[in-house]
């Protein structure tokens, strides 16, 4: 049979294939997000499902593809080939009989096998028939990704904190052997579903690309385990996050309305809304809306980050899983010294313990690293900075390209002065996310804090141009750096200079760096008139994202001798 009405790519009629035969070889239980990605999609030993989502892509389009022939072409055949949301081992269903579906052999435990015989040699001529079809194109955008993978559960069940363990030389911990919980043991963000005002097909389309872009852009950004909206037939995670919210379209402008709520409750923790007008070529892309959502949700005075740490710190340290140790590790908050000792035992242990994948040990050494560079910060602590950099090789070692490992590797080499492996660790971070926002600001900054502000300008100018949200971080530095760079009038800042509070501050440090008192004075007062509030967040955010050391202390002498210092007891100075 032939036929145009399977829409499906080269490399996704090689993935249904794939599942199939091995279905039918009985090798069920090893459809496995990893084992798609390396036989299928080409993908290196080392590949991690958590950070690199293609097979949780490509079995939505997979899954739209299918349903789009069995409701057209396909409408007739006997057999149908379903795969599943939440894993990837097909089943067989009879169509258009009140049958239920056939599993893939050894998929569900035999006593629960009660699905009606179809006989797989039917089944396998099933697929023999879809991969012979004509190719007709893909489907539009992106598509829904399943929820989160079996294998990653593991790494989500609660490990007990050896609160004095210490981390010199990163020894391994001694491997757990606890059985691990159920998944939706830690706090999790849900996300979905997102409803349409419309019934066409592009409206579902957006809708899906929506939520996959806004699932991405958190996974990315926080350490909390991100789950697409399970379907109905699946247990929710009992503690976290849903971001969910409706999408209204007319005339290619695009009104997002989005709710965070209490998983346990059902309270409403935040909303708002986003109204996109359209634009030349149409109306706003999927990625624009979910980074207009994405940035504010995690930024360090947003809803998420502060809530989900108080409900963590909340919670009794022995049961907190190494994802939760992690986000609690990198959630731009400011650690205690006996919480710093209880998250690295449990980082430890956590990324050492033999249950854990290849791709969250990585992950759980980098927030390691992370949170040994911030107590080297607080406390000029030269071990935590060996410290720093040992967990962070280990993480680079398993994961070489990912971001986690490579932000981690730059962050201890710069804190060391050691420019060279640093910028380099931040060229291959780069390389690993285009474009990053935070990547940018952070090498421009440590470039500016080298003496080489020529290569940092840009950077920053990028990063501000990225993401409007960095401005607040780097505006000062920014202004700082043209100083240093041999342009001593002001205006030639390249970003606009607003009324807005982080601006005017900037436009301060560039006057006090010119010997223009009275001007950075005046500019300060702007500064507070726009925001009363300015000197202590700035204070807090300088607490949370500390900027490298000599740019940081030029910065708050500046503010010192213009009026913007923290008020007392709340100092800049840990």
């Avoid at 007319?250 to 109204?275: E, I, K, Q």
């Avoid at 609690?328 to 449990?346: D, I, M, Q, S, Y």
Wanted: proline letters at 9%; charged letters at 20%.
């Amino acid at each position: 049979m032939t036929s145009d009405h399977f829409d499906a790519s080269d490399r996704n009629r090689r993935f249904l294939r794939y599942v199939v035969e091995e279905c039918l070889e009985g090798r069920a239980q090893q459809i496995k997000a990893y084992c798609i990605a390396v036989s299928v999609f080409n993908r290196e030993p080392s590949f991690d499902p958590q950070s690199d989502p293609i097979v949780r892509l490509e079995a939505g389009r997979l899954r739209r593809s299918l349903d789009h022939y069995y409701l057209t072409a396909g409408r007739n055949d006997p057999i149908r080939i379903v795969v599943p949301k939440g894993g990837y081992a097909p089943r067989f269903e009879r169509q258009n009989e009140a049958a239920p579906a056939l599993p893939c052999p050894h998929a569900v435990p035999a006593a629960e096998t009660v699905w009606r015989p179809v006989s797989l040699r039917i089944a396998g001529l099933a697929v023999v028939v879809l991969i012979a079809v004509g190719l007709a194109g893909l489907l539009v955008g992106r598509n829904l990704a399943t929820p989160i993978d079996v294998e990653e559960a593991l790494a989500l069940s609660p490990h007990p904190i050896a609160a004095s363990a210490e981390p010199r030389g990163i020894e391994p911990a001694t491997p757990l052997s606890a059985v691990p919980a159920a998944a939706d043991a830690s706090m999790t963000i849900v996300v979905g579903p997102f409803r349409t005002t419309g019934q066409s097909a592009e409206d579902g389309a957006l809708a899906a690309m929506l939520t996959d872009e806004i699932a991405g852009g958190l996974a990315n950004r926080t350490d909390l385990p991100v789950r697409i909206d399970p379907p109905p037939t699946a247990a929710p995670p009992h503690q976290g996050f849903r971001l969910s919210g409706s999408l209204q379209g007319h005339d290619a402008a695009v009104r997002l309305v989005v709710h965070l709520t209490d998983l346990a409750t059902g309270t409403v923790l935040w909303s708002t809304s986003l109204d996109r007008p359209a634009e030349a070529q149409g109306a706003p892309t999927p990625q624009a809306l979910a980074a207009g959502i994405v940035e504010p949700l995690v930024a360090p005075q947003g809803p998420l980050l502060p809530a989900a740490a108080a409900r963590l710190r909340a919670k009794p340290t022995a049961s907190l899983s190494p994802r939760e140790c992690a986000f609690l590790a990198t959630g731009r908050h400011e650690v205690p010294p006996a919480e710093r000792a209880a998250l690295n035992g449990c980082l430890t242990s956590g990324a050492s313990a033999l249950t854990t994948s290849a791709g969250e040990s990585a992950r759980l050494w980098s927030a390691l690293s992370l949170l040994q560079s911030d107590a080297y910060r607080a406390d000029r602590n030269d071990a935590a900075l060996n410290d720093a950099l040992a967990a962070a090789l280990r993480a680079t070692e398993l994961e070489p390209a990912s971001l986690r490992p490579l932000t981690a590797l730059y962050t201890a080499y710069c804190l060391r002065g050691q420019y060279a492996p640093c910028f380099a660790a931040g060229h291959r971070a780069l390389q690993a996310s285009p474009g990053d926002a935070q990547v940018l600001g952070d090498l421009g900054l440590w470039h500016v804090e080298a003496g080489q502000s020529a290569k940092g300008l840009p950077l920053l100018e990028q990063a501000m141009e990225r993401d409007p949200a960095q401005r607040e971080r780097l505006l000062s530095v920014y202004s700082l750096a043209l100083q240093r760079h041999g342009h001593p009038d002001s205006t030639k800042l390249e970003f606009e200079v607003t009324a807005a509070a982080p601006a005017q501050a900037a436009l301060a440090v560039a006057f006090v760096q010119m010997g223009r008192m009275d001007e950075a004075k005046a500019a300060a007062t702007r500064a507070l008139a726009a925001d009363p509030d300015f000197a202590r967040r700035a204070a807090r955010e300088q607490r949370i994202q500390p900027l490298p050391p000599t740019l940081d202390a030029a910065i708050r002498s500046s503010y010192a001798m213009v009026g913007l210092a923290a008020p007392t007891g709340e100092s800049v100075t840990r």
